[in-house]
């Protein structure tokens, strides 16, 4: 028998090559579709990354929202400033808007302490009673007209007002807002102070120390 002298022939060498060649493109057709799927889930990943940075956000705007106080509305008035609940209002009437750093300062409370309200108040309106907000709560006149002017109600306590300061600086104001409409401890005696802190209010705590009647 003669033999095949030419490798290219050669059945082994034609197998061996031929299954290099099948190797070679089945690992070429593996990196396709693992680059296919890398794309596809990355590409779905980024998409729902992107759907919830938007739903926070539109989860903290909406829980940021600036409450409208209105005059003539009693239960909310009540709520307001006697309910407790920490509330800070700007004064604002048809020519003043709503400070930009009122909002910011809203947005990042909403998420930090979201216990804590933000509304606008007409200060010079007519409250039921014929009397203004300043006028209400004895509190000294306010060009709110020239710069903005906030109040913290708090834990049914007079009002305070925001120091001129921190209006304008959204961080300085939300920690400012975050440290006094916490609760505080006050000394009582038994006269004026008990009844105006305690019997005037749905709860309170009174700590009993050991002194002189």
Known sequence: MR?????SKDPEKVKEKKEKKEAKEGNRKRAEMIKKLS????????????????????FTISRATITTVALDNADQLKEVFF????????????NVTVSPAFITAAKKISVTAPSI?????DCAGQLPSNRT????FKLPPVNYSASPTGFLFANSER?????????????????WVEKYSEPAV??????????????????????MTRGKL
């Open 39 to 58: 794309w596809t889930y990355g590409l779905g990943f980024g998409v729902v990354l992107v759907l919830i940075l938007c739903v926070y956000s539109l």
């Open 117 to 121: 309200r933000f509304g606008v108040i």
């Open 159 to 175: 009002p305070v007002q925001v120091p001129p300061k921190y209006v304008t600086d959204p961080k300085k104001l939300a920690l």
């Open 83 to 94: 309910g407790g609940e920490p509330w800070v209002l700007q004064c604002i009437d048809e």
């Open 3 to 7: 033999r095949n002298l030419n490798p």
């Open 133 to 136: 907000v300043l006028e209400r």
């Open 186 to 207: 006050k000394e009582l005696s038994w006269a004026e102070s008990f009844k105006k802190r305690c019997l005037g209010r749905d709860e309170c705590a009174v700590i």
